[in-house]
């Protein structure tokens, strides 16, 4: 695609990015065809093609208006037409671009902006989530049928007694904010597991939230400052030789390991940024390695995965935790359209919650149709939206492993 990027930005690292970005698509629209919204909607401005063009006029010097921002607004980031692409077009990076000069063209009103605010206080810390549980779980009673299905019920584990016999290794766990608040079981059931395979999996106090709360909501500033404390809590181990940094939820991963594109102006944190990131795995990448011969699971069942759009096409992990289940003896059922997002995706189910709706009704009428016992995922946002409305049960992948 040939460009004509203003002369405010062609020669600053925004401008050349986006220009690299932009000329390699070709305007094939083979995008559209796995576009979550694009399907739904029909619109080719709420496509990856549409958005892509408008984000272009924007370098270009257009104005920013609410029609843009409605439309970049509705992308669920969820990065199939990433997938997809014949030509490797990155439309992540050029999305992040083309958000900002909107947020800076054509700052939001008062009360959107307060809404966004209220939304980081809220979420980016688990203490934070934990009483906003608590109230809700103790007006559960009194709420109606549709409204109690949306609040998680507490998990609890049965922890075994610590082992006597020190780790041969060691790993750090990101905690995170959300899920150590409503699903706190998930890395308790990880650190069982890793400590089975002789490897110490231990969480840090001071690390939390990864920044993609905030760094979707273009809060941008706070996403590097959530990077850079997390760095600063894990650094005195990495160098004491922590093999790697293992994140539970998939929707957190990206994140991490784009910790070093984030950081990479930073003189004081790029070179650690670049080895944090280098260093971050997705929970199945790390199992996919070990020997799991000591998991053998007592109860098998059949099982949907639902395979989040972080670990498919964010990380292009496809298939890895579906061949991890399939070797320890799980029956996995066919799903239609296992490409697609279920609308989860971070705040999007807050924020354009008709369309998440929609697109979770339609996941679920996938997951459901060849009847199968439960559903796994690998992320706790897809596991929340999707236990709300399913008619099975809907748990976290490692929890099949919970039986072994």
């Known amino acids: 695609m040939q460009t004509r990027i203003a002369e405010q930005y062609r020669n600053t690292l925004l401008g050349k990015e986006a220009d690299k970005v932009l000329r390699s698509c070709v305007h094939c629209g083979f995008c559209n065809a796995t576009c979550p919204t694009y399907q739904l909607l029909g619109d080719e401005l709420d496509g990856p093609r549409g958005r892509i063009y408008q984000i272009k006029q924007l370098l270009e010097g257009d104005a920013a208006s609410l029609s843009v921002q409605r439309h970049l607004d509705r992308c669920l980031t969820c990065r199939a037409c990433e997938t997809t692409c014949p030509s490797g077009v990155e439309y992540n990076r050029l999305l992040e671009i083309g958000r900002g000069l909107v947020e800076q063209r054509l700052p939001r009103s008062f009360l959107q902006r307060l809404y966004r605010k209220l939304i980081i206080y809220s979420f980016s810390e ?29 998990v609890v584990v049965n922890t075994p007694a610590a082992t006597p016999r020190p780790q041969a290794r060691s790993m ?13 079981h998930i890395n308790q059931l990880a650190i069982q597991a890793f400590e089975r395979l002789g490897i110490q999996l231990r969480s840090v106090a001071e690390s939390g939230c990864g920044g ?17 404390t997390n760095i600063d809590a894990w650094w005195p181990l990495i160098e004491r030789g922590a093999e790697a940094i293992v994140v539970t939820a ?5 994140m991490i390991k784009d910790y070093q594109h984030l950081l990479r102006d930073d003189m004081q944190y790029a070179e650690r940024a670049k080895r944090v990131s280098a260093m971050t795995q997705d929970l199945s990448e790390v199992l996919s390695r070990e020997d799991l011969s000591t998991l053998r699971p007592q109860k098998l069942k059949r099982v949907a995965f639902h395979s989040p759009c972080s670990l498919q096409h964010a990380q292009k992990l496809d298939g890895v935790v579906e061949s991890l289940l399939q070797q320890m003896g799980f029956t996995l059922v066919p799903v239609r359209d296992a490409h697609l997002c279920c609308g989860s995706a971070g705040t999007y189910s807050i924020l354009q919650a008709d369309l998440s709706a929609r697109l979770r009704s339609n ?8 009847t199968p016992e439960l559903v796994a995922t690998a992320n706790i946002g897809c596991l929340l939206h999707l236990q709300a409305e399913a008619d099975i049960p809907v748990i976290h992948w490692i929890e099949l492993l919970a039986s072994c």
């Open 126 to 154: 688990s203490s934070r989530v934990r009483l906003l549980l608590s109230i809700a779980r103790l007006f559960r009673p009194l709420l109606p049928a549709y409204a109690k299905k949306r609040i998680p019920v507490a």
């Open 250 to 254: 998939t929707g957190c991963t990206p």
């Open 172 to 184: 750090l766990l990101l905690d995170g904010c959300v899920q150590p608040a409503a699903a706190p």
């Open 363 to 370: 996941k679920l009428d996938c997951l459901q149709e060849k």
């Open 212 to 228: 993609a709360l905030q760094h979707h909501l273009s809060d941008s500033e706070g996403a590097r400052q959530r990077a850079r």
